[in-house]
């Protein structure tokens, strides 16, 4: 083989692998950490002599304690049961504004898509106490219907911009056939435009379902009640008192916590990448 032949791919070797080893390493590193310390007994967790990059004597008695004297696995329930619920309401209502921002002409349509936009930027630390009395005057305070209301508040207008880029992907003629053949603007969009913008969905409903996951502020504010809180609220009420920190069953808890969202993003990673990208290169 020609020695230019070897030059190249020795730089192309250079330029890719260690690059995609260093991204890689400072990616799963955290986990490795939370694995590591959720394993380790507390005196070794905090002597950073003994084995500090791995565990001498494993031990499960962080797990135990996370399920055995905390309400752990009814949080799990309660954060999978509001990410689903949230994500889905705010999922149908994202898919219509989208389709009505991209397919619709009317007066001021481009400022009420940017006005949808500036609305996910307000940060929510600025809304959770109107929502906190909103919430207590519809008696839903201490329910998960508190979050389940709420929580589309910040997710739908992301999933709206998200869903009206993708849907300007798709050529209007081919909904103009469909309803030259008799469908409806409903029926085109259920029969032809959706299936068609399935990347788009699960893109959305990914990020519906991720940020409903993570949610700590609302969850927090509307429920007082142990075993109706989330995951994200449940473990920093009951792990964290005051200045001690339970590192032990937090490593635990986060290491769990984080699973079904890899999970969702290892089956659905290359719908979510087309469903983001998708509406860059067509305004």
């Not at 905090?46 to 304690?65: D, G, Q």
């Not at 990410?83 to 991209?102: D, V």
């Not at 969009?189 to 379902?209: E, K, N, T």
Request: glycine residues 6%; hydrophobic residues 55%.
């Amino acid at each position: 083989m020609p020695r230019s032949n070897w030059s190249r791919r020795l730089m192309s070797f250079l330029t890719v692998y260690p690059p995609v080893v260093i991204v890689l390493f400072l990616m799963l590193f955290p986990f490795y950490w939370m694995l590591t310390a959720s394993l380790k007994p507390y005196p070794e967790l905090f002597n950073v002599k003994v084995a500090p990059l791995w565990v001498a004597s494993p031990t499960l008695e962080h797990y135990k304690k996370l399920f055995f004297d905390t309400f752990y696995a009814r949080w799990f329930f309660n954060s999978f049961t509001v990410a689903l619920a949230s994500t889905a309401i705010s999922l149908a209502i994202g898919t219509l504004a989208g389709y009505a921002a991209a397919r619709l002409r009317f007066r001021g349509v481009k400022l009420i898509t940017t006005l949808i936009l500036v609305s996910y930027l307000v940060p929510r630390t600025l809304l959770f106490i109107p929502m906190s009395q909103i919430v207590y005057n519809l008696g839903l305070t201490n329910s998960l219907w508190s979050m389940i209301l709420t929580y589309p508040t910040f997710l739908v207008p992301f999933q709206t911009w998200l869903m009206a880029g993708y849907f300007r992907t798709i050529p209007s003629e081919i909904e103009d056939c469909a309803r030259i053949d008799g469908c409806h603007r409903m029926q085109a969009l259920w029969h032809v435009v959706l299936p068609l913008a399935r990347p788009g969905i699960v893109s959305a409903a990914i990020f519906g379902f991720t940020l409903s996951w993570a949610e700590f502020l609302y969850g927090s504010s509307f429920v007082s009640l142990d075993k109706l809180k989330t995951l994200p609220a449940g473990v920093v009420t009951s792990l964290i008192r005051a200045d001690a920190f339970f590192w032990g069953p937090l490593m635990a808890a986060a290491l769990l916590g984080s699973v079904p969202v890899a999970l969702i993003y290892m089956f659905f990673v290359e719908q979510y990448v087309a469903g983001l990208t998708a509406g860059a290169v067509k305004g």
